[in-house]
């Protein structure tokens, strides 16, 4: 008669499968303190350098991978059509500023005109006085015979003459008063041309200063392109300047994990390339998710949904004082891990 198979090894093999299930299911569905992401990089605002004008290169300073330092020049436009420009611009601004202060002067000069035609008026007025009482004279002794017709035709001629030389000087003086708004109409127009000058004599200066390319801050250069003799247009590329020193990681984090994060939550950064664990901080929290942002909005039009877990991509800083720093560079792979136990984020 066979002995029967013992039941305790079915029983055991169930126990671990069970385990095994519960153990899955708990590491799934248990909440944790830590929330982990493998969908994270390393990156940083880069500033990509191009030139403002159109020239040749002359120079580049610079080469691949190499560290500069804010205000260190990176390459050169070759700058003599600029220089002419700025010394044409300077001496139209010369012309101008000699015209207005020509008109300027003229307008400060007129008070005195006006002042020698009163004068002048004056004067006029006072000899048609005398010719007319003159004329008056001669004319009564004209009449009594006292005196000849020829004298009395004099007298008459000369109060005619004062008469004319008072009208010329009244109107000497009429044209001295309106040439006053003249002149200030011509000053303004003067001024505004110098103005014009002026802003021209600006622009080429800095249009001169373009020919110049440095760095606006600290940084490593990458991406060059640029090639001394090369004809370079405004807006054109020529190499970027990554600060090396703002680098911070972007997590993209599926929803759920955003639960219980918030800034300033402890995060254990792996970084692939060196194997290395860094220490780290949650900077911020994106205010939406990268498809928000996108060109075609994920909008459903039609009767079908398939939901799908969105990411956001949480900023996280390197605490500083890590000697591993040094050694990152941007996008490379990372593996972060957020501790959110202090912190409630829904709450919060």
Same mark, same amino acid.
């Given at each position: 008669?066979?002995?029967?198979?013992?039941?305790?090894?079915?029983?055991?093999?169930?126990?671990?499968?069970?385990?095994?299930?519960?153990?899955?299911?708990?590491?799934?569905?248990?909440?944790?303190?830590?929330?982990?992401?493998?969908?994270?990089?390393?990156?940083?605002?880069?500033?990509?350098?191009?030139?403002?004008?159109?020239?040749?290169?002359?120079?580049?300073?610079?080469?691949?991978?190499?560290?500069?330092?804010?205000?260190?020049?990176?390459?050169?436009?070759?700058?003599?059509?600029?220089?002419?420009?700025?010394?044409?611009?300077?001496?139209?601004?010369?012309?101008?500023?000699? &015209? $207005?202060?020509?008109? +300027? #002067?003229?307008?400060?000069?007129?008070?005195?005109?006006? *002042?020698?035609? !009163? /004068?002048? =008026?004056?004067?006029?007025?006072?000899?048609?006085?005398?010719?007319?009482?003159?004329?008056?004279?001669?004319?009564?002794?004209?009449?009594?015979?006292?005196?000849?017709?020829?004298?009395?035709?004099?007298?008459?001629?000369?109060?005619?003459?004062?008469?004319?030389?008072?009208?010329?000087?009244?109107?000497?003086?009429?044209?001295?008063?309106?040439?006053?708004?003249?002149? &200030? $109409?011509?000053?303004? +127009? #003067?001024?505004?041309?110098?103005?014009?000058?002026?802003? *021209?004599?600006? !622009? /080429?200066? =800095?249009?001169?200063?373009?020919?110049?390319?440095?760095?606006?801050?600290?940084?490593?250069?990458?991406?060059?392109?640029?090639?001394?003799?090369?004809?370079?247009?405004?807006?054109?590329?020529?190499?970027?300047?990554?600060?090396?020193?703002?680098?911070?990681?972007?997590?993209?984090y599926r929803e759920p994990a955003l639960k219980h994060m918030q800034p300033g939550d402890h995060v254990r950064i792996h970084v692939d390339a060196y194997d290395v664990v860094l220490d780290g901080v949650v900077d911020s929290i994106p205010p939406s998710s990268g498809a928000a942002f996108s060109p075609i909005q994920p909008n459903n039009a039609t009767g079908n949904f398939t939901k799908i877990v969105q990411r956001l991509p949480v900023k996280i800083v390197f605490?500083?004082?890590?000697?591993?720093?040094?050694?990152?560079?941007?996008?490379?792979?990372?593996?972060?891990?957020?501790?959110?136990?202090?912190?409630?984020?829904?709450?919060?």
């Open positions: 008669m066979a002995r029967p198979r013992p039941v305790w090894p079915w029983i055991v093999g169930a126990v671990i499968v069970i385990g095994f299930i519960v153990v899955v299911l708990v590491i799934i569905f248990a909440p944790s303190r830590y929330v982990w992401t493998d969908d994270a990089y390393i990156t940083v605002h880069y500033t990509t350098i191009a030139p403002r004008i159109s020239g040749p290169l002359v120079a580049v300073a610079v080469t691949d991978n190499e560290v500069v330092h804010q205000g260190q020049l990176l390459a050169a436009i070759d700058d003599r059509d600029y220089r002419a420009a700025l010394a044409q611009a300077e001496a139209q601004l010369r012309s101008a500023d000699a &015209q $207005a202060e020509n008109v +300027a #002067a003229e307008l400060d000069r007129q008070p005195s005109l006006i *002042a020698q035609a !009163q /004068a002048q =008026l004056g004067s006029a007025n006072a000899r048609f006085a005398f010719a007319e009482l003159n004329e008056t004279r001669y004319r009564d002794a004209a009449a009594t015979g006292a005196d000849t017709y020829q004298d009395r035709q004099q007298a008459d001629m000369q109060l005619r003459q004062a008469r004319a030389e008072v009208e010329n000087d009244t109107a000497s003086l009429n044209a001295a008063d309106q040439q006053v708004p003249v002149l &200030q $109409a011509q000053l303004k +127009a #003067a001024q505004a041309v110098a103005a014009a000058d002026k802003a *021209a004599t600006t !622009q /080429a200066r =800095l249009d001169l200063s373009y020919t110049r390319l440095v760095a606006p801050l600290d940084g490593m250069i990458g991406e060059l392109s640029a090639q001394m003799g090369n004809y370079v247009a405004p807006g054109a590329a020529l190499m970027a300047l990554v600060p090396l020193k703002e680098i911070y990681v972007e997590a993209n605490l500083p004082g890590q000697k591993a720093l040094a050694a990152l560079r941007m996008g490379m792979s990372v593996e972060t891990t957020v501790d959110t136990s202090s912190s409630n984020g829904a709450a919060h």
